[in-house]
C-alpha cells in the first residue's frame, strides 16, 4: 500500500516490540481523541503459522506486563501456546560463590507476595503481539524502510521506499543503528565493552524449576533463562576472543564449557540450537528529542543484557512518551513542540542512564572483577543477600517497580 504524500498527526519508524507498542498505547486515547497514527517497519514478521524458532528473548518485567496488557497484546501472547514462560525464582551468584548458599543473591515471587518474578518471551512473538494490538487499535502499519527526513515550518516530512508522508511527529523506534537518529543530528555517545553475547537453547540435566539463574563468572557472565518447552535459553556474555573461540567449537565441547561455566547448576546442559551472537555497546542518544522528532527504546540507548532490561526500558520510554503527548492532547499543545517533547526526555534519560551506569559497575567489578575491588563486590552481594530488607530495592528493581514509572505500568 502506497500512501503518497498522506499525513499523520505521529509516524514511528521501527515495527519492534517497543514502536509498536508506543503506536498501540498513542491509538488507546479516549474516543475521538487517538491520534491518527503511521507505522513504518523494514521487515514485518512472517504469517507463517510455523515460522523458524526464535533463539532472542527477553524477561518481561511486571511494568511491561502492565503496559502490554494495557493495550491488549498481553492477552494475545497468553492466547499463544507456550509464548509466555513465568518465572518464579531468581538466583544470581559470584564466581566464588554457590548459587543457593552463600554469596548468593536469591529472590523469590511467594516471599514477596507475586505471582511471578516476569515472564520469558521471544522477540517474535512479542513483537506480533504488539503490532496486532496496534492494528487492533486502529494503526496503519506500512512495511518500507526511511530514505530521507526534512524537518519543514510545522511537520517532518518522511520519505521512505514506498511513499512520502507529513506528520507533526516523527518517532524513532528503529533500533541501535537508528536511521532516524541519525538523520536528525541527535547524536550518539556510545563505549564498546569488548564482548559478545552468546545465545542459544539447552537441554538441561535436571528441570530449570521455573527460575531465572545468573553466574558472574570472572570473565563474563551467563545467564539460564527458563523457557515454557522445559529448555533454558543462554545469554553468555564474554571477553570477543573467547566468546569466537566457543563458538568454533563442535556441539559437544560447548556444551562441555557451558555446563562447567553454569557450575553444573542444572546438571549437564546439552545445546540443542545454533548459537547466535551479539556484539555489546553502551550507548546513548545525545539528545532524545529535538523539535518534531523523539527516540524510544534501542534508538535511544542501549544497556548491557546482564540483567534483561532492555526492551523493559523502551516499554517504559513508549509509556512515558505517550503520557506526555496525552497530556499535552489535553491542553492543547502541538505534538511535535520542543517544549513538549523535553519533558519526556527530562523524565526517561536520567533513568535509563542511572541504570545503565549501575549494569556497566556490575559488569566491571561483579561480571569481570578478580581485584580487590572485585571481591569487595562479591562480599557487598552477599550482605544484600542476606537481607530481606537491602533485597527489597534490588527485587522491586528487577520487577521494573522501582522508579518514576508511567502511569499504566503502576500497580492498579
Ligand atoms: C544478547 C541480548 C540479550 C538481551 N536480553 C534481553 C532481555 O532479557 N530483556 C530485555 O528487556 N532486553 C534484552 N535485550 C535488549 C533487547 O534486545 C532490546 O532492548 C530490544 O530489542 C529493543 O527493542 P526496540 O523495539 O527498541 O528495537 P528493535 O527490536 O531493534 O526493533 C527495531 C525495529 O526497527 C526496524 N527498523 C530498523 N531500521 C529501520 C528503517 N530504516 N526503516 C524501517 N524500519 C526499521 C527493525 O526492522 C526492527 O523491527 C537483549 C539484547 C541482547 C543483545
Known sequence: MSTGDANFDVVI?????????????????PAGRAPRVLLLERALPSVDVHPAPDLRVFALSR????????????????????????????HVWP???????????????????????????????LQRAALAAFEAAGGCVQQGSVQSLEF?????????????????????????????????????????????????????EQPHEHTAWQRFLGEGTLALLPLGSGESSIVWS???????????LPAEEFSAELTAASDRVLGTLTLVSERLQFPLRRASAVHYVR??????????????????????????????????????????????ALRLLRRYERWRKSENESLSLALSLLNRFLA????????????GMGWVGRSAVLRRPFAERALGLSGELPQVARRA
Open 13 to 29: 519508524v521501527g515495527g519492534g516490540p517497543v514502536g509498536a507498542a508506543l503506536g498501540a498505547l498513542l491509538r488507546h486515547a
Open 63 to 90: 511494568a511491561s506486563e502492565r503496559i502490554l496488557r494495557a493495550i491488549g497484546a498481553w492477552e494475545l501472547l497468553a492466547a499463544e501456546p507456550g509464548a509466555l514462560a513465568a518465572y518464579e525464582r531468581m
Open 95 to 125: 564466581m566464588r560463590g554457590q548459587a543457593r548458599g552463600e554469596g548468593s543473591l536469591s529472590f523469590d515471587a511467594a516471599e514477596l507476595a507475586e505471582p511471578d518474578l516476569g515472564h520469558i518471551v521471544t522477540n517474535s512473538a
Open 152 to 204: 519543514l515550518e510545522g511537520r517532518v516530512r518522511l520519505r521512505s521506499t514506498v511513499g512520502v508522508v507529513n506528520a507533526a511527529l516523527l518517532v524513532g523506534a528503529d533500533g541501535g543503528r537508528s536511521v532516524v537518529r541519525a538523520q536528525a543530528g541527535l547524536g550518539l555517545e556510545s563505549e564498546d565493552y569488548g564482548q559478545l553475547a552468546l545465545v542459544c537453547n539447552v537441554q538441561s
Open 238 to 248: 564474554l571477553p570477543r576472543a573467547r566468546a569466537l573461540e566457543l563458538l568454533a
Open 291 to 336: 523539535e518534531r522528532c523523539a527516540l524510544v527504546g534501542d534508538a535511544a540507548h542501549s544497556v548491557h543484557p546482564l540483567a534483561g532490561q532492555g526492551v523493559n526500558l523502551g516499554f517504559l520510554d513508549a509509556a512515558a512518551l505517550a503520557e506526555t503527548l496525552a497530556a499535552g492532547r489535553t491542553s492543547g499543545e502541538d505534538p511535535g
Open 368 to 379: 569481570f572483577g578478580d581485584g580487590e575491588l572485585g571481591r569487595w563486590a562479591e562480599r
